[in-house]
């Protein structure tokens, strides 16, 4: 079993031991899928696009010792049965495909379609899962002269974004995100919220400029 990374597991293949493959990168469950101003703070990251990704048979390896692949969801900071759910799915149907499909019929758009149909049936038996794939996401860096510069994006096409920089919640009737953003120096707090067409999709995110000035670095 290669839990750390990749690496490890091509090492043990290579040296004609069977493995099952179950990296950090890729498979671990426990890591957060959303900006952690949205969740509970582990020390690592695996949103769904990711997970996607994961492929247990590497490319210079005898694929017959590489006997299948594995997510992980460690519990010592998952609380109960509804945090274990929502910290499995939608992510568990990325390892799934990508455990079990060819490389080449892999196609994230097409995914994420068939993605959304389950949604609807785990809607229907209200198990909980993560709509983080429909957040927005922050990075940032500095300017030349120094100031904060915020770049937004999505794990899915297709989504608008709009926002607010005066504490009030916007709707499609908002600035929507063409470009970069430098905030307002009054401001204290960035909202976002996606939306596909008239209907919003995914949660209000209420992002701290203190927070994106952390991210950014010293001035």
């Known amino acids: 079993m290669s839990w750390r990374s990749m690496k490890y597991g091509t090492e043990a293949a290579k040296a004609n031991h069977e493995v099952v493959m179950s990296p950090t990168q890729y498979a671990y469950l426990d890591y957060m899928q959303a900006d952690v101003i949205t969740e509970p703070k582990v020390y690592a990251s695996l949103r769904l696009s990711k997970a996607y990704e994961f492929d247990p048979v590497p490319e210079d390896v005898n694929p017959i010792y590489i006997k299948g692949g594995q997510a992980n969801l460690w519990t010592e900071q998952v609380y109960n049965i509804r945090q274990a759910e929502y910290m499995t799915w939608p992510r568990g149907f990325a390892i799934a495909e990508s455990v079990w ?3 080449e019929k892999k196609n994230w758009a097409n995914f994420f379609a068939r993605t959304e149909q389950h949604f609807k049936r785990l809607d229907v038996a209200e198990t909980k899962y993560a709509p983080s794939v429909y ?6 860096k500095r300017t030349a002269d120094r100031q904060l510069l915020i770049t937004l994006s999505t794990e899915v096409d297709g989504l608008d974004m709009y926002y607010s920089f005066d ?7 908002y600035p929507k995100y063409t470009t970069p953003l430098v905030p307002p120096i009054d401001a204290k707090v960035l909202k976002v919220i996606t939306y596909r067409g008239k209907n919003p999709i995914g949660r209000m995110m209420n992002m701290p400029i203190e927070e994106l000035e952390k991210r950014a670095g010293k001035r």
Not at 135 to 140: K, N, Q
Not at 167 to 173: A, G, K, L, T, V
Request: proline residues 19%.
């Open 101 to 103: 499909s060819p490389k």
């Open 167 to 173: 504490n009030s919640f916007p709707d499609r009737f």
């Open 135 to 140: 957040d927005p996401i922050f990075s940032v």
